[in-house]
């Protein structure tokens, strides 16, 4: 793998950490104040519904960051330029955390809503399976020795696991699951409080500030990593 990247650059993603890693640390302090005291709780599930505002980001990021890592591969795929690898390499970890934080808050949120832990409907079994391509991809890095094979076979991996992506967005317009339908894609009439929107989209931010803040920490270190391989193989 031919990386061209200098060091200065790798300097410079080390310096946007600084500032994020602030910016994300207030973001949540305004958030958690606006979810947990300003916004009004549920008029049927009561407060119990406040753990929206940590299961609603998650799976929402933990989509957004599959979509990133296929594209990426799309693009290495054309390319085969090693940083969209790394770009790649880099976010898988973070979706995969997203996506067990959504899985284990749904559950717990699905207790008092629903009665159950779990059932295996169209918008939870999707998700599971979102989690297991992850891990999948990460496994797929780690147990092939060969990274020209594992590029290879990991970016075929993560481009088909993509089919994914839309059936969990969908899944609750096309088959009956115990999810509502969406509520904040409905641009033109949200059918979320203002009151609770407003928190759950300081969370988002928050979250996604997060996301890019660990994403250049995991990119930086895959960086260095490719490097002293570089360096060993001379």
């Known amino acids: 793998m031919n990386l061209k990247i200098s060091n200065s650059q790798i300097e410079h993603i080390k310096g946007a950490n600084s500032y994020l890693i602030g910016?994300?640390?207030?973001?949540?302090?305004?958030?958690?104040?606006?979810?947990?005291?300003?916004?009004?709780?549920?008029?049927?599930?009561?407060?119990?519904m406040r753990i929206m505002y940590v299961h609603v980001p998650s799976a929402w990021l933990s989509l957004f960051s599959y979509t990133i890592l296929a594209i990426s591969c799309?693009?290495?795929?054309?390319?085969?330029?090693?940083?969209?690898?790394?770009?790649a390499k880099s976010i898988a970890p973070?979706?995969?955390?997203?996506?067990l934080i959504a899985l284990v808050t749904g559950s717990?949120?699905?207790?008092?809503?629903?009665?159950?832990?779990?059932?295996?409907?169209?918008?939870?079994?999707?998700?599971?399976?979102?989690?297991?391509?992850?891990l999948a991809y990460i496994l797929l890095w780690q147990s092939i020795t060969n990274q020209e094979t594992?590029?290879?076979?990991?970016?075929?991996?993560?481009?088909?696991?993509?089919?994914?992506?839309?059936i969990i967005k969908f899944?609750?317009?096309?088959?009956n699951t115990l999810h509502q339908p969406a509520t904040i894609s409905k641009l033109s009439a949200p059918s979320i409080?203002?009151?609770?929107?407003?928190?759950?989209?300081?969370?988002?931010?928050?979250?996604?500030?997060?996301l890019i803040t660990v994403f250049l920490i995991k990119l930086r270190i895959e960086i260095i990593d490719q490097k002293m391989v570089r360096l060993s193989e001379v």
């Open 74 to 87: 799309i693009v290495w795929f054309v390319t085969r330029n090693p940083i969209f690898n790394l770009f």
């Open 23 to 48: 910016s994300t640390f207030l973001i949540f302090i305004v958030g958690l104040y606006f979810s947990l005291l300003e916004s009004p709780p549920d008029y049927i599930q009561g407060d119990s």
């Open 171 to 175: 899944s609750v317009d096309w088959w």
């Open 193 to 210: 409080d203002i009151n609770m929107l407003i928190p759950l989209l300081i969370m988002t931010l928050g979250y996604m500030c997060f």
């Open 94 to 99: 973070i979706g995969a955390a997203f996506t």
């Open 150 to 166: 594992a590029a290879k076979i990991s970016a075929a991996l993560g481009i088909i696991g993509f089919i994914n992506i839309p």
């Open 108 to 134: 717990i949120w699905g207790k008092p809503t629903w009665g159950v832990w779990w059932v295996w409907d169209a918008r939870l079994t999707s998700m599971l399976l979102l989690f297991f391509l992850y």
